[in-house]
């Protein structure tokens, strides 16, 4: 760096330094500014609506402890259907869709199933909640009588801890399909995963296991002990 030998060369230097860079700095310092309080300004703003999504799924979630009462029903759905539409991108969001679901499923309203279920699957990262969604999916799918979209379905995910589930549910889809020594040895890899888990195989996968490989009755009358 230059030394100046007189304060009036130092004080030349800088205002000729302002004068081709006073500007620039001072939008490159205003502009630091705006960015600096406009992320802040959008981080309360996320929090805040955040919060309020927060407080709307708790209102859904007590709602839905009074399944038979239609009045709460109804406010369920409300609610249910105003975090779609008001926080669609929120994880608040995707569990009001997956309720929708499950209620939509045990009223017999396939179709709506199928519709929430495959909103979740365009918004949920890949993860714990789409798996258990495709696996929705493809259960309502082979429901609606589609076995061969929930067979794409099971074939094309990479389950994870939910191998098992996935198993089984490949099983019964071949059993619509009327492949039943595909379906038992698919039913027996699902036992295979379960017990590699260590979750342990559940009773439905047995019994379907065993009515497709019945034990054969022995031969002649059964002996009496003396």
Avoid: C
Wanted: proline share 3%; no cysteine.
């Amino acid at each position: 760096m230059d030394t100046y030998r007189t304060e009036e060369e130092q004080v030349e230097a800088l205002r000729k330094w302002w004068d081709e860079n006073g500007r620039s700095t001072l939008v490159a310092v205003g502009l630091a500014l705006a960015v600096g309080f406009g992320w802040q300004a959008w981080q309360e703003q996320r929090q805040e609506q955040n919060e309020v999504a927060s407080a709307r799924y708790d209102e859904m979630l007590q709602a839905s402890q009074n399944a038979d009462d239609d009045t709460q029903l109804t406010t369920m759905r409300h609610l249910a259907e105003g975090l779609k539409n008001d926080h669609p991108d929120s994880s608040y969001a995707i569990f009001a869709a997956m309720h929708l679901a499950r209620l939509a499923i045990n009223e017999g309203d396939l179709e709506s199933a199928e519709e929430e279920l495959r909103w979740v699957l365009t918004r949920a990262p890949a993860g714990e909640i789409s798996l258990v969604a495709e696996l929705r999916l493809a259960r309502v799918m082979a429901a609606r009588g589609n076995p061969q979209a929930a067979l794409q379905i099971l074939e094309a995910a990479e389950p994870g801890a939910y191998a098992p589930a996935y198993a089984e549910a490949k099983g019964d889809v071949l059993q619509q399909l009327g492949d039943t020594e595909l379906a038992a040895a698919t039913y027996q890899e699902a036992l295979a995963l379960a017990a590699a888990s260590g979750s342990g195989a559940s009773e439905s996968l047995q019994l379907k296991l065993a009515a497709l490989n019945p034990v054969p009755a022995r031969s002649g009358g059964a002996e009496v002990e003396e």
